[in-house]
């Protein structure tokens, strides 16, 4: 049987590395392709290796100058002073950033073009998902912003609206900024306040630009927020713009930072939810975008534990051999990280005990209470959006 699902996968994506102190290793890259490997699911997926986006493509979306910036720190690290974003604590420059930063670009394209063609029916690309690239400076340990060119190739070639939901701890800020007066391109960030996390953007009231008022949907939750209300969130406001908005193709980010071990930010996300906001973007794009999907990572900082599953968990979903979160984790993949690490792994595939699961979500339609932060987040998203799609924003 041909493989409908497209991984994009190639060992000089660890090339992507900003040194050893650097939040973002690109160990977890590594560690989810051979966690896949052992899961078996890699036989399930088409894998190819993309090539080196070119100056034309990357142009798409960045301008000229900030490609030769980075050309030019690529070339010689030591010459990035800070300016463009580039040689930066978050963004350092390192020889060979140029091709490792436009392989990620292409692999993102090259999904985009074989779920576009039919090819394939999704399209993943895991080391994909580098949301907070501008389009004239690096940002956020990001320097082009694969996505936006991805989206900007599907419009380029025919799509007439694409979806982009943003599940990644930290606002889709670079996304959402160069679309964002572009009524064909819907950006839905659900993000952890910006008033306690980068990049301090990404409020209910930022709807979009003059020509596209309400293609730019921002759910800005409190820190702490856990599985429940994250959940609620995701499945109270995403399944409803997206299907009035009636999109071609859905590109989802699945940044996993959202979970309640990873170093940077303050949500309290297991494993199981970060499962099924997968599934919950999988099935809308089979519900609203014809099944085409392209699913990307983004961030997370937890290497071993963390990254891994959850993209392994993202990864199986889309190539339709789902792995259930209490399958335990294969030995050789725990031996490899004993070796390799000097710890333990996780035993499962999920965080939460059997007799937790499923996770309770409960239906916007059984009512909200504004006095709750999770509800009152929600609420304003919808109040300021929800009315400029036709949708009521107080009952489903
Ligand atoms: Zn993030
Ligand atoms: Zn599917």
Request: hydrophobic content about 40%; proline content about 7%.
């Amino acid at each position: 049987m041909a493989h409908r699902t497209r991984l994009v996968w190639d060992d000089g994506f660890t090339a992507y590395n900003f040194g050893p102190s650097h939040p973002m290793g690109p160990a977890r890259l590594a560690l989810t392709t051979r966690l896949l490997d052992n899961l078996g699911v890699l036989d399930q997926v088409e894998v190819i290796g993309p090539g080196v986006a070119s100056d034309d493509l990357l142009a798409t979306v960045h301008d000229r100058d900030y490609i030769a910036a980075v050309r030019a720190a690529s070339l010689d690290p030591d010459s990035a002073d800070g300016r463009r974003g580039l040689g930066t604590e978050d963004d350092p420059a390192f020889a060979g950033m140029h091709e490792a930063s436009a392989r990620i670009v292409q692999g993102t394209v090259d999904v985009c073009d074989a779920v576009w063609s039919g090819e394939a029916d999704h399209g993943v690309n895991y080391c994909g998902g580098l949301h907070h690239a501008m389009a004239t400076n690096a940002a956020g340990f990001c320097i082009y912003n694969d996505i936006a060119v991805g989206i900007q190739w599907l419009l380029d070639h025919g799509a007439e609206r694409v979806a982009y939901v943003d599940i990644d701890v930290h606002h889709g800020d670079g996304v959402e900024r160069i679309f964002w007066n572009d009524p064909r391109v819907l950006t839905i960030s659900i993000h952890e306040s910006g008033r306690a996390l980068f990049p301090g953007t990404g409020w209910p009231a930022d709807i979009g630009g003059p020509d596209a008022r309400g293609t730019a949907v921002n759910v800005a939750l409190p820190p702490g927020t856990g599985d429940s209300d994250w959940l609620r969130a995701i499945e109270s406001v995403v399944p409803h713009v997206v299907a009035a908005f009636d999109p071609d193709v859905l590109v989802s980010q699945h940044g996993c930072d959202s979970h309640r071990q990873d170093p940077l930010a303050h949500f309290s996300i297991s494993l199981d939810a970060q499962r099924r906001a997968h599934e919950c973007l999988h099935r809308l794009a089979h519900d609203q975008a014809g099944g085409k999907w392209v699913a990307l990572g983004g961030g997370g900082y937890e290497l071993v534990d963390v990254v891994p599953r959850s993209w392994a968990h993202l990864t199986a979903i889309a190539a339709h051999a789902p792995v259930s979160s209490t399958t335990a984790v294969p030995a050789e993949w725990l031996d490899h990280v004993r070796e390799t690490f000097g710890r333990e792994g996780p035993p499962t595939m999920g965080d939460l005990a059997e007799k937790d699961l499923p996770i309770w979500v409960r239906p916007w339609g059984m009512g909200h209470n504004p006095d709750r932060p999770g509800d009152a987040a929600i609420l304003a998203t919808r109040q300021a959006v929800f009315p400029l799609h036709g949708l009521d924003p107080w009952f489903d």
